[in-house]
């Protein structure tokens, strides 16, 4: 039994029902009223035949990105100093620990961390932008008073690893939802693809949260597949009854897909594998007919991924995809010890793929096509514990295509003083001004999404600024971040 292909009207009255059986309750009373409200409305996008895929890579584990976006305008930098102290980089020494970034606003100044020498480029010459001071939210939190307050919401399990990884990836911070940003946006989009069982969203990590969504799931795939590798392993053709074993091994796996089982879980399983098999033919067929990319890429497990990435955009036409979304994790980033050290291990093999991707995106002549961002669990402290960093909040993001203003620093850099009103602790703990729901209304009104659907995608977007959707005005001073 194959995946039904339903038109969106059909499938947000269904998944009205389904939400009740695989999110929590709150998010199922959101996504009933959302999904009801959507069903009246029309599917608007302007372009269906324009190709479009984000690329998300998480950094797991909780980046300092205080270090790798750094004020350089004196009085912001001698703040930078004083606070960070011992992780503190250095804007003379010989080497330089900074690299300065084409970018001046109102006398603000920038600089990203040395180890960071494409990044630096491909923001100078438009490519790249970062996102300052972003971070799960609820709803906005002006200042330390407010947060105090009890008045305001706060993410569920803040400065939490589990909670903090899982609500950048759903945008619920107010529980812990099953369902992705990703997902939602392939459960409205999933149209646009002509190959329903060729899902628009492919794992180079395995199973995550970003693109589950309610009617769709992510298809898991790694960077050494090939069209002769990808499936279920064979036994050896070495054995003298390897065709026989084969042979019973499929017709099993097909018996237990296409099966009629009493039990809803066990159909489930026999549904989610007769679609994974039919989506393996699918790639099997979209990857004999790889011409092999001209732009080089390094051996690190990130630009390989980045490559399959690109590889699979490339072939896309055998996949039917108009639409793609692709999920990559570079884990490691918890430094609690020898930050500087560290990073300086980890953030060349970060820069070096970006760059190697860019420069694969243009050979593809698709730099207007594909945007690419970098998420965490949330940054770190500004202060040190002694030789790193600990848990903290807002943060810094990276946002890379052809589509973005690049060349710009998106959001409010905030001061690196203890005593902001932005500062939550002693240890230099910064409340984001710019929340993980602006960040993503933008991408995904890039990526077709209506606004009169956005609600459904971010059922907490009208906290912070009004599309078609939301029932009332939101809070003044609110706007969009304007990436795009």
């Known amino acids: 039994m194959s995946k039904r292909k339903i038109s969106r009207r059909d499938f947000l009255g269904e998944a009205a029902c389904a939400a009740l059986g695989s999110m929590t309750l709150y998010n199922s009373f959101v996504n009933l009223g959302l999904i009801s409200a959507a069903a009246t409305r029309p599917h608007v996008i302007s372009n269906p035949n324009d190709y479009k895929a984000m690329v998300c890579i998480l950094l797991a584990g909780g980046a300092d990105s205080y270090n790798f976006l750094v004020p350089t305008e004196p009085a912001e930098y001698a703040q ?40 630096q480029n491909l923001f100078n010459t438009g490519k790249l932008s970062f996102v300052s001071n972003i971070g799960t939210l609820i709803e906005p939190i002006a200042n330390k008073t407010e947060y105090t307050s009890g008045t305001k919401k706060i993410p569920l399990g803040l400065y939490s690893h589990s909670d903090q990884i899982m609500q950048w990836q759903t945008s619920v911070p107010q529980s812990r939802s099953a369902v992705g940003v990703a997902g939602r946006m392939a459960d409205i989009l999933h149209d646009l693809n002509t190959i329903p069982e060729a899902s628009m969203n492919i794992s180079l990590a395995g199973k995550n949260r970003w693109q589950s969504g309610n009617e769709t799931n992510e298809f898991s795939i790694s960077n050494s597949t090939t069209a002769a590798t990808i499936g279920y392993t064979n036994y050896s053709t070495g054995l003298s009854n390897a065709g026989f074993l084969n042979d019973l091994k499929n017709d099993a796996m097909d018996g237990l897909a296409t099966q009629q089982y009493a039990n809803l879980f066990h159909q489930t399983i026999g549904q989610l594998n007769k679609s994974t098999s039919e989506s393996i033919e699918l790639y099997k067929v979209a990857l004999s007919n790889l011409v092999p990319l001209a732009t080089p890429f390094s051996a690190t497990n990130l630009s390989n991924d980045l490559k399959k990435i690109a590889e699979l955009i490339k072939v896309r036409s ?94 409010d850099y905030p001061s690196l003083s203890l005593t902001s009103p932005l500062n939550l602790s002693s240890r230099g703990l910064v409340l984001p001004t710019t929340s993980v729901d602006e960040f993503y209304a933008e991408i995904a009104l890039w990526f077709g999404v209506s606004p009169n659907d956005l609600s459904y995608i971010l059922p907490n977007i009208c906290n912070f600024y009004s599309p078609n959707s939301c029932p009332a005005p939101v809070p003044s001073g609110y706007m969009p971040i304007g990436m795009f």
Do not use: C, K
């Open 318 to 411: 055998f996949l039917g995809a108009q639409r793609q979304t692709f999920f990559v994790s570079y884990g490691g980033w918890d430094h609690h010890d020898d930050v500087i050290n560290n990073q300086n291990l980890m953030l060349p093999i970060l820069s070096n793929a970006l760059n190697e991707f860019n420069n694969a995106i243009t050979e593809l002549n698709l730099q207007d096509n594909v945007v690419t961002f970098t998420i965490s669990d949330f940054a770190r402290t500004l202060t040190s514990n002694g030789n790193g960093s600990d848990h903290a909040w807002g943060g810094n993001s990276m946002i890379m295509g052809g589509p973005i203003n690049g060349g710009q620093i998106f959001g």
């Open 80 to 119: 930078y100093v004083t606070t960070r102290g011992s992780l503190a980089l250095s804007n003379s020494a010989t080497p330089t620990q900074l690299l300065p970034l084409n970018y001046n606003n109102n006398g603000r100044t920038f600089s990203v961390n040395a180890a960071m020498a494409q990044v």
